[in-house]
């Protein structure tokens, strides 16, 4: 199968007859533990995955930015001498988003006629969005010869889709697409955007991803009200954002932050623990006890945080039941929740047998099929000028 870049290529002749001039990518990505914590200012540990989000583009002679997805099989017009608005609920958004927002820098964007493709699969909590706007804003870099600050550069992308998809997403997606380097994954504070990479290479090690292709329609209005817990709960501990408070305020407060809230609060609280400790233990190579912060991890979204589903649930017992004997060494739900998918981490000679497993005692107990995927961590965002 071509890679994303090499098909975007591809498509854009075939459709404008003419080879595009520049071709820009950027992956999904895998988060491995650190979920819901990065809008409170968090840490977190993702990394890029191999599936990506190109982009091909070629200059027009109008004022229009003329998009075309190869996903949708639809095209979408931006006018760049017109203000830029989003539209209902339409993949053109985070492309649009991402003009608008450059533009509002002082960037004269280009017409430009683009083809998207992309192998990062939507829905499964793999940062497709984030890969999105992260391919456009590298596309923007080279067609006007400018290189922007890369934590700048993953802001507006961030901007972008708070504006016209209307999530109140974190920092964490866009930043890993431009960052990420292969071999390696990215502990992140979200508040400073400092980064530090931890290598993952042992050759003894596959990440596996599995998506229970379900996507509950909760999602959207779930995340948000998440987000809105974390800001009262912040409010009612007096701390700027909850990575500020420690577990033991948490409990104090008790009675202040009621059960919901406390149990919002007290995930946040405990995955940034985890978060650090997981970085230290895989620095060095020490796989049972990562699994098992995954294992916790997945208990706390599911418990205090509530963002978990039935299939993602039904997934990471299947991870446990096969267990350490049979290649597993931890599991847990990946992305927003409510759908998508869960993060492995096996043993290489393990994997496929892994794979299979999981697929088949899915299929078994749900009636659903699954979607496995292994990725090495991948490469961040880049863009270079198409030469036919």
Same mark, same amino acid.
């Given at each position: 199968?071509?890679?994303?870049?090499?098909?975007?290529?591809?498509?854009?002749?075939?459709?404008?007859?003419?080879?595009?001039?520049?071709?820009?990518?950027?992956?999904?990505r895998?988060?491995?533990?650190?979920?819901?914590?990065?809008?409170?200012?968090? $840490?977190?540990?993702?990394?890029?995955?191999?599936?990506?989000?190109?982009?091909?583009?070629?200059e027009?002679?109008?004022?229009?930015?003329?998009?075309?997805?190869?996903?949708f099989? %639809?095209?979408?017009?931006?006018?760049?001498?017109?203000?830029?608005?989003?539209?209902?609920?339409?993949?053109?958004?985070?492309?649009?988003?991402?003009?608008?927002?450059?533009?509002?820098?002082?960037?004269?964007?280009?017409?430009?006629?683009?083809?998207?493709?992309?192998?990062?699969?939507?829905?499964?909590?793999?940062?497709?969005?984030?890969?999105?706007?992260?391919?456009?804003?590298?596309?923007?870099?080279g067609?006007?010869?400018l290189?922007?600050?890369?934590?700048?550069?993953?802001?507006?992308?961030?901007?972008?889709?708070? %504006?016209?998809?209307?999530?109140?997403?974190g920092?964490?997606?866009?930043l890993?697409?431009?960052?990420?380097?292969?071999?390696?994954?990215?502990?992140?504070?979200?508040r400073?955007?400092?980064?530090? $990479?931890?290598?993952?290479?042992?050759?003894?090690?596959?990440?596996?991803?599995?998506?229970s292709?379900?996507?509950?329609?909760?999602?959207?209005?779930?995340?948000?009200?998440?987000?809105?817990?974390?800001?009262?709960?912040?409010?009612?501990?007096?701390?700027?954002?909850?990575?500020?408070?420690?577990? %033991?305020?948490?409990?104090?407060?008790a009675?202040?932050?009621?059960?919901?809230?406390g149990?919002?609060?007290?995930?946040?609280?405990? %995955?940034?623990?985890?978060?650090?400790?997981?970085?230290?233990?895989?620095?060095?190579?020490?796989?049972?006890e990562?699994?098992?912060?995954?294992?916790?991890?997945?208990?706390?979204?599911?418990?205090?945080?509530?963002?978990?589903?039935?299939?993602?649930?039904?997934?990471?017992?299947?991870?446990?039941?096969?267990?350490?004997?049979?290649?597993?060494y931890?599991?847990?739900?990946?992305?927003?929740? $409510?759908?998508?998918?869960?993060?492995?981490l096996?043993?290489?000679?393990?994997?496929?047998?892994?794979?299979?497993?999981?697929?088949?005692?899915?299929?078994?107990?749900?009636?659903?099929?699954?979607?496995?995927?292994?990725?090495?961590?991948?490469?961040?965002?880049?863009? $270079?000028?198409?030469?036919?």
């Open positions: 199968m071509l890679l994303a870049a090499e098909r975007a290529a591809s498509h854009f002749f075939r459709r404008f007859g003419r080879a595009p001039g520049w071709i820009a990518s950027a992956p999904g895998v988060n491995l533990i650190g979920e819901h914590t990065d809008y409170s200012e968090g $840490f977190v540990l993702p990394m890029a995955i191999e599936s990506r989000t190109a982009v091909a583009a070629g027009r002679g109008d004022r229009t930015v003329r998009l075309y997805s190869a996903a099989d %639809e095209s979408s017009t931006v006018d760049l001498a017109a203000p830029i608005g989003p539209r209902a609920k339409h993949w053109s958004n985070y492309a649009a988003g991402v003009i608008a927002v450059i533009q509002q820098m002082g960037v004269t964007v280009p017409a430009l006629d683009v083809v998207i493709e992309s192998d990062v699969p939507v829905g499964a909590g793999l940062s497709s969005s984030a890969a999105f706007e992260v391919a456009v804003a590298t596309l923007l870099e067609v006007t010869g290189t922007w600050d890369a934590r700048d550069k993953a802001r507006w992308c961030q901007r972008a889709e708070r %504006e016209f998809a209307g999530v109140p997403t920092i964490m997606d866009q890993v697409a431009v960052l990420a380097r292969p071999g390696h994954a990215l502990a992140i504070d979200c400073s955007l400092d980064a530090e $990479f931890v290598a993952i290479d042992d050759p003894d090690l596959n990440v596996l991803i599995v998506n292709n379900v996507h509950h329609d909760l999602a959207d209005s779930a995340y948000k009200d998440r987000y809105a817990a974390t800001i009262d709960a912040a409010r009612i501990l007096r701390v700027a954002a909850l990575r500020d408070a420690t577990l %033991e305020e948490v409990h104090r407060h009675a202040a932050l009621g059960p919901e809230l149990a919002r609060a007290r995930h946040v609280v405990s %995955e940034n623990r985890r978060v650090h400790r997981a970085a230290e233990l895989c620095r060095r190579r020490d796989w049972d990562v699994g098992a912060l995954l294992y916790d991890s997945h208990a706390s979204l599911r418990d205090d945080f509530g963002v978990s589903c039935a299939e993602l649930d039904v997934l990471v017992d299947i991870a446990q039941t096969i267990g350490r004997a049979g290649g597993v931890g599991c847990r739900m990946t992305g927003g929740g $409510f759908g998508g998918s869960v993060v492995c096996v043993r290489s000679d393990e994997a496929a047998r892994v794979a299979d497993t999981m697929s088949r005692r899915y299929a078994g107990r749900t009636g659903l099929t699954a979607t496995v995927m292994t990725s090495r961590p991948g490469a961040g965002s880049d863009v $270079f000028t198409h030469e036919p």
